[in-house]
Each structure stands twice: as C-alpha cells, then as structure tokens.
C-alpha cells in the first residue's frame, strides 16, 4: 500500500490537512506548536470513477478500491536531526513512507502562531528540507566508518556527502546501477519523492502560488477541506462549486502523488463476485502484476485476457467481450498499461 508522509513546520496545518483527506477527523489540531506529538495514520480509499462503473457493467456488489495511508508526522524545527523537538523520532517516521507531502503555511491567522516572526514559504521550505540533509548526510557518515564497507562504496559515499553538502538532494544524483544498490540501504529521506502543498486561506483559493526552489506549489485551504469532507456528498458538490473548488483536496493530491510516483491502476472483476482496483509502479509487467493478485497467479501463470475498461464499457461485461474475441491473450511479457482489466489464467 502506497503511504505518504505529511511533514512541515508546526502549525504549517498538517493535521488538518491530514483529517481532511482521512474524512474522519483523527488529529487533534490546536493553535499551538506540537499538537502533534505521536504520529496519526488514516487509510483511505482511491477515488475511482471507472471501478465503480465496471462493477455495475458486471452487476458485482463488492468493490475493493485501491487504497493509500497518510501519516501525519508531527512538526519539524531546526535541529531535528540532533534530536531537538524530538527530532530523531519524527524523521524516523519519514523514512517509512514512499513519498513526502511538504505543507507550506501561506494563511494569516493571528490566532495560530507562526513559529518564526513573519510567513515565509520558502525560509519554511529550506528549514525542513535542511534537516532532512543533515540527517541524510548524518547516515553516509555513519555508515562510512563501517569496517567491512568496501573502499569503492566509500569512495561513492564520499562523492554523495559532499553533494548533499552543497545542499542538493539525493534524489536528484546521477547515480549508477550499483551505485543506487548501495543507497538503496540508507533509506535516505531526500531520496523520497516531494509533492508541495501550500496551505492558503479561503481568500486565496483560485490563486497561482508558482513555485519554491523549483518545485511547483500546490494551493490546498486545509480548514475548508476538513469542513467539506463532513459534509454529506450533494452537500459538498455545492459547497465546492460556490467556492471555486473543481475537485477535492484528496482527489487532487492522490492523483498528483501516483503522477509523481509513476502508479497506474489496472482492474479484475473476478468471476463476477469482486470489482478491484490495483496499483502498480508504471513498467510492470503482467507476470509482476499476476502476483500482487496472488502469489499463485505469479507461480503458475499460463496467460492473462486483457481489455481496457474504456472498451468494455461500449462492448459489455469482460465475457461478452471474450466472445466477441475483443479481448488480447498476452503472455508474461506484456506490460500492464492505465485502465487494462485483467484476468489471468493458471496452471498447475
């Protein structure tokens, strides 16, 4: 399951963010510092307009949808990575996830203290990821005075600390094949994927925020969408569209981490009794895909029936459609593409 961390400064919103986008509020959020102090963790759905019509195609009850976890991690300062405000424990948890959301405050509320004198994204953006650095390089370092590390590995890690020195991240190296082997076990934090979110107020909804050191700045109102996901469905399509807002704040986000991760969904509609929606790293191929099914579908696939959702939905239900001799027979080469519904065949 896909797990995103929700990281920034205290009071940035990150918990308010987070219980918007878990629909039920589980974080506390106080106009104060470190409300946060142990991490909250929500999973929720994958919004998926095409699963729910292939299991009305089928007449299936069951729908499973793809699903992703938050974690909400509580507020960085400067000097986590020494430990300061329980630094060592909160960047801890970000090593856990697959990708970081980066709350940036840009709403004023006098209400909610900032914790430098004056609102500024980017000083914000450059504390946070500093430490994450620090820690980063902190790691190379740690793992450099092994005796059993072999000198052309040290040699790489010495490479990759004076990079990080310079205050790049390690996502962003040229690495090798072997190379990113060796990094591969250092779970480095900035070797993590960021999406940035700029935390506005409902007075700037609508607005371009343009970009911080590069990356571009994704406005989400964290109080409206809190308020709106508590809301009743018909409820919140109206409330939306009297603010301006086209989609929800989860939608647009998940959407925007599976981009940035390069996640696909493919579909089963197995035998008729369960819609589901599965996610996979884009490249996957179909023998790949089989065992995240089920580890017997990868042991002893035969073949795999595949159609694309948009197809059936003109055609009729997938056997319809195998009738119609619409659907492809790939063998385990084929490379699963956005949208395929999938049935694979096994053998003994």
């Known amino acids: 399951m896909l797990k ?3 990281v920034g400064l205290p009071n940035a919103g990150k918990s308010t963010l987070f219980n918007a986008l878990v629909e039920k509020p589980q974080a506390r959020t106080e106009p104060r510092p470190f409300t946060t102090i142990e991490k909250n963790a929500g999973v929720v759905n994958v919004p998926d307009e095409t699963l729910v019509e292939l299991a009305k195609l089928h007449n299936i009850g069951k729908v499973t949808y793809a699903q992703v976890e938050f974690v909400d991690i509580a507020g960085l300062i400067k000097g986590a990575h020494q430990g300061e405000g329980l630094g060592n424990e909160f960047l801890g948890h970000i090593k856990e996830v697959d990708l970081i959301l980066h709350v940036l405050r840009y709403f004023k509320d006098e209400r909610v203290p900032h914790v430098h004198p004056k609102i500024d994204p980017e000083e914000d953006y450059a504390i946070v990821n500093q430490e994450l650095i620090l820690k980063d ?3 190379i370092e740690r793992r450099m005075k092994r005796k059993r590390v072999a000198p052309e ?6 490479k990759l600390l004076g990079y990080l020195d310079k205050g790049k991240f390690a996502r962003d190296y040229p690495f090798s094949e072997k190379e990113r082997e060796w990094v591969k076990a250092l779970f480095l934090l900035t070797l993590k994927p960021q999406v940035v979110v700029g935390n506005i107020g409902e007075e700037d909804i609508g607005k371009d925020l343009g ?3 590069g990356e571009e700045v994704i406005p989400v109102c964290a109080r409206l969408e809190a308020e709106l996901s508590a809301l009743p469905w018909t409820e919140k399509r109206a409330f939306m569209k009297e603010v301006g ?3 929800s704040a989860k939608r ?5 981490c599976y981009e940035r991760l390069g996640l ?3 579909y089963t509609v197995a035998k008729g009794r369960e819609a589901r929606a599965w996610s996979v790293e884009e490249g996957t191929t179909i023998w790949e895909a089989a065992g995240k099914i089920h580890s017997d579908f990868q ?3 035969v073949k795999a029936f595949v159609i694309k959702a948009s197809e059936l939905f003109n055609i009729g239900p997938f056997q319809k459609a195998v009738e119609k001799g619409k659907v492809k027979v790939v063998g385990r080469d084929y490379v699963v593409e956005e949208g395929d519904v999938i049935e694979v065949k096994v053998g003994k």
């Open 264 to 266: 696909i969904t493919f």
């Open 252 to 256: 647009k986000l998940i959407r925007i």
């Open 137 to 139: 390089m902190e790691t």
């Open 245 to 247: 807002l086209k989609e």
């Open 211 to 213: 970009r911080v050191n």
């Open 299 to 301: 042991k002893h696939f």
């Open 4 to 6: 995103i961390g929700i």
């Open 153 to 158: 590995e040290k040699e790489f890690l010495k």
